[in-house]
């Protein structure tokens, strides 16, 4: 019948297995949501077993509704035991004559920011990877054909079926790795060791050149666009250390010219001191906060986005064209390549920036200077990520280039508005603290 899915005819037992694990996984989340209402049901850990069995719902509806074949569920399976596994080994091997010097407030507050890091990630990379697995680039079959190929596979295998399985494994890599991640973060038993011996940023490492090979290997089906892409991995990592220094030279430049023979201080100014600087490590990690935020935003959308282009992919070959290839590539290919190009950019630089963020690599020595230098250096490129992001969604959210035009133009209509108001509150603000002070010099008057 129109409107049954595919895979319940093609093959019933896989379907149920996913339709089955996927509700039991959403039921359990929506009891979770609930849950973290009641306090006391929180304090009994009965919140961790939902998300446990939420996760674990993912993971067997993944394993069904990713792949056709018996072999490669088991193997996606496998994954997240491996990767538990090696944490486990990481974590004894690299701990067994470690004398624990982290204790007291400071260390696990650093800690603690680092977990929220590292759960920001993997949130990130177990949302795209999962949709991407049930859904890969190239779409699926309508219908079975004269060469054996079988309705609801995907394309991909069987045009180009290496490309598709190193997306298909790297995807599942991604996915399995942020399901285990997930996991160990909930229980401060497990997690506390695994970032102190840096188990998790070696996962986390891993799950995130994953991400990048199967972006480049799902995006494109042609060889030289997915060297392109690495390629441009390397220019943004170019382009970054570049940002980084110039800032220090110039940081450098300036501590030379103001070089002076430091006073001797009392004891209240010590402590103001130390206050601005804990604001200012506050602030830090607020701006931290919020650029992580933005890296995630910026890569879920442009991941889906290059493994899904705008106007779909072609279901046959035939007339030139080639199944599985992007109608936009060969019918309006300008448009296509600056949407590709641009959304490519924009995925990368956020993975570099969240790179930037998750792991603590900066020298104690010059600790504050370099975690200066680096947010600036990542706002920087924020900002380059969101200005290719709106070229991306200009150049593919239509066919016509009037239209492109208008989305530049409501773009700059929208930013004109913002500056019209901040400069009418700045002023506002202005004549307000006028009569302020011309009320006081009155009132001293009289």
Same mark, same amino acid.
């Given at each position: /019948?129109?409107?049954?899915?595919?895979?319940?005819?093609?093959?019933?037992?896989?379907?149920?297995?996913?339709?089955?694990?996927?509700?039991?996984?959403?039921?359990?989340?929506?009891?979770?949501?609930?849950?973290?209402?009641?306090?006391?049901?929180?304090?009994?850990?009965?919140? $961790?077993?939902?998300?446990?069995?939420?996760?674990?719902?993912?993971?067997?509806?993944?394993?069904?509704?990713?792949?056709?074949?018996?072999?490669?569920?088991?193997?996606?399976?496998?994954?997240?035991?491996?990767?538990?596994?090696?944490?486990?080994?990481?974590?004894?091997?690299?701990?067994?004559?470690?004398?624990?010097?982290?204790?007291?407030?400071?260390?696990?507050?650093?800690?603690?920011?680092?977990?929220?890091?590292?759960?920001?990630?993997?949130?990130?990379?177990?949302?795209?990877?999962?949709?991407?697995?049930?859904?890969?680039?190239?779409?699926?079959?309508?219908?079975?054909?004269?060469?054996?190929?079988?309705?609801?596979?995907?394309?991909?295998?069987?045009?180009?079926?290496?490309?598709?399985?190193?997306?298909?494994?790297?995807?599942?890599?991604?996915?399995?790795?942020?399901?285990?991640?997930?996991?160990?973060?909930?229980?401060?038993?497990?997690?506390?060791?695994?970032?102190?011996?840096?188990?998790?940023?070696?996962?986390?490492?891993?799950?995130?050149?994953?991400? /990048?090979?199967?972006?480049?290997?799902?995006?494109?089906?042609?060889?030289?666009? @997915?060297?392109?892409?690495?390629?441009?991995?390397?220019?943004?990592?170019?382009?970054?250390?570049?940002?980084?220094?110039?800032?220090?030279?110039?940081?450098?430049?300036?501590?030379?010219?103001?070089?002076?023979?430091?006073?001797?201080?009392?004891?209240?100014?010590?402590?103001?001191?130390?206050?601005?600087?804990? $604001?200012?490590?506050?602030?830090?990690?607020?701006?931290?906060?919020?650029? /992580?935020?933005?890296?995630?935003?910026?890569?879920?959308?442009?991941?889906?986005?290059?493994?899904?282009?705008?106007?779909?992919? =072609?279901?046959?070959?035939?007339?030139?064209? $080639?199944?599985?290839?992007?109608? /936009?590539?060969?019918?309006?290919?300008?448009?296509?390549?600056?949407?590709?190009?641009?959304?490519?950019?924009?995925?990368?630089?956020?993975?570099?920036?969240?790179?930037?963020?998750?792991?603590? =690599? #900066?020298?104690? $020595?010059?600790?504050?200077?370099?975690?200066? =230098?680096?947010?600036?250096?990542?706002?920087?490129?924020?900002?380059?990520?969101?200005?290719?992001?709106?070229?991306?969604?200009?150049?593919?959210?239509?066919?016509?280039?009037?239209?492109?035009?208008?989305?530049?133009?409501?773009? #700059?209509?929208?930013?004109?508005?913002?500056?019209?108001?901040?400069?009418?509150?700045? =002023? @506002?603000?202005?004549?307000?603290?006028?009569?302020?002070?011309?009320?006081?010099?009155?009132?001293?008057?009289?």
């Amino acid at each position: /019948m129109a409107g049954d899915p595919i895979l319940l005819t093609t093959n019933a037992s896989r379907y149920k297995a996913f339709f089955y694990c996927n509700s039991v996984a959403f039921v359990a989340s929506l009891v979770a949501i609930v849950l973290v209402q009641m306090e006391i049901l929180v304090k009994h850990h009965v919140l $961790e077993a939902a998300m446990i069995l939420d996760l674990f719902g993912l993971i067997g509806a993944y394993a069904a509704g990713s792949c056709r074949d018996a072999n490669n569920s088991i193997y996606v399976m496998a994954l997240a035991g491996l990767v538990l596994v090696y944490v486990v080994i990481h974590v004894i091997f690299f701990t067994l004559d470690h004398e624990d010097k982290h204790h007291g407030d400071q260390a696990n507050q650093l800690l603690e920011k680092r977990r929220k890091r590292l759960l920001l990630f993997a949130i990130l990379a177990a949302t795209i990877t999962y949709q991407a697995g049930l859904t890969p680039p190239g779409g699926f079959l309508l219908q079975d054909d004269k060469l054996g190929h079988q309705a609801g596979d995907p394309v991909l295998l069987y045009n180009f079926p290496r490309r598709y399985k190193a997306f298909f494994y790297c995807n599942s890599v991604s996915f399995m790795l942020s399901i285990s991640l997930i996991l160990l973060l909930v229980n401060p038993n497990l997690y506390r060791p695994a970032i102190r011996s840096n188990a998790l940023s070696v996962c986390t490492a891993v799950g995130l050149f994953c991400l /990048m090979v199967a972006y480049a290997a799902g995006s494109t089906q042609h060889l030289k666009t @997915s060297i392109y892409i690495f390629v441009l991995v390397g220019a943004v990592l170019f382009v970054a250390a570049g940002l980084l220094l110039v800032f220090a030279l110039r940081e450098q430049n300036n501590s030379d010219n103001s070089a002076v023979a430091a006073p001797s201080i009392s004891h209240e100014q010590e402590e103001e001191e130390e206050e601005r600087n804990k $604001e200012e490590e506050r602030k830090k990690h607020a701006r931290r906060k919020y650029l /992580m935020l933005l890296g995630i935003l910026v890569a879920s959308v442009a991941y889906q986005a290059g493994l899904e282009p705008p106007g779909g992919a =072609w279901q046959s070959s035939g007339n030139g064209y $080639e199944a599985g290839d992007p109608v /936009m590539h060969d019918i309006r290919r300008p448009r296509y390549l600056v949407f590709f190009y641009s959304n490519s950019f924009s995925f990368v630089a956020s993975i570099v920036v969240i790179m930037m963020l998750l792991p603590h =690599w #900066l020298p104690n $020595e010059k600790k504050e200077e370099w975690e200066k =230098w680096s947010l600036r250096v990542m706002n920087w490129t924020i900002l380059l990520d969101l200005v290719t992001l709106l070229v991306a969604y200009a150049a593919g959210s239509s066919r016509g280039w009037k239209t492109s035009v208008y989305v530049g133009t409501l773009i #700059l209509a929208v930013l004109g508005y913002f500056a019209i108001h901040m400069t009418l509150s700045i =002023w @506002s603000d202005r004549c307000h603290r006028h009569r302020l002070r011309r009320e006081r010099l009155e009132g001293s008057t009289a």
